[in-house]
């Protein structure tokens, strides 16, 4: 296993410690524990995974350690984390007016699922699925970062109205880049 793969594996197993403190944060914000360290320990679980993020990615390049499994866990890393934290962050909310806006959740859920779909599709069609990534993806993956960051650091004075739509514009533009890659490998009847 490459070393792009291990810290891949790394974030992965950093999602489910990631879930633990934020539910656990939410549930001390219920009983009015707002001091509690919980709070600071899922920012920095979760800042530690979206670090390595770019670490992967960069040792994979870098030391030309791509690979098949690679191309396989990064994906399932970064969106394990992102749904991990829109899901945890939307059922067990940590203090209004800190909330995820209901929209931006069901957008960046619904993308999701259009291409695992579409994926699905173009798998069953064709037997294989060359993805190449699109930069709004990247992008889009920085911008919900951000937004998950913002709304668990509690101390910027603006509403997450404003990362959120940041995140939704480059949700949908990634989405419809993929949705355009995905038709174009659809076989074409001679």
């Not at 951000?146 to 668990?152: D, K, S, T």
Request: proline share 7%.
């Amino acid at each position: 296993m490459t070393w792009a793969n291990l810290i891949t594996s790394f974030r992965l197993g950093l999602v489910p410690v990631f879930a633990a403190l934020a539910i656990t944060y939410s549930d001390h914000q219920a009983q009015h524990l707002a001091d509690s360290p919980v709070r600071w320990w899922a920012l920095g679980v979760f800042i530690l995974a979206a670090t390595l993020d770019g670490l992967d990615g960069w040792i994979a390049r870098k030391l030309n350690q791509t690979s098949f499994l690679g191309a396989i866990l990064d994906p399932l890393a970064d969106k394990s984390l992102m749904l991990t934290a829109i899901t945890c962050l939307s059922f067990f909310p940590w203090g209004d007016p800190w909330g995820l806006p209901s929209w931006a959740v069901a957008i960046i859920i619904a993308r999701e699922m259009v291409i695992l779909g579409g994926i699905v599709i173009l798998y069953t069609l064709n037997q294989r699925v060359p993805i190449v990534p699109h930069w709004s993806s990247k992008v889009s993956t920085i911008a919900q970062m951000i937004l998950i960051g913002w709304i668990m650091l509690q101390w910027i004075p603006l509403s997450p109205i404003y990362p959120a739509c940041i995140a939704v514009v480059f949700t949908l533009w990634s989405g419809f880049a993929y949705i355009k890659q995905g038709i174009r490998q659809l076989p074409h009847p001679a």
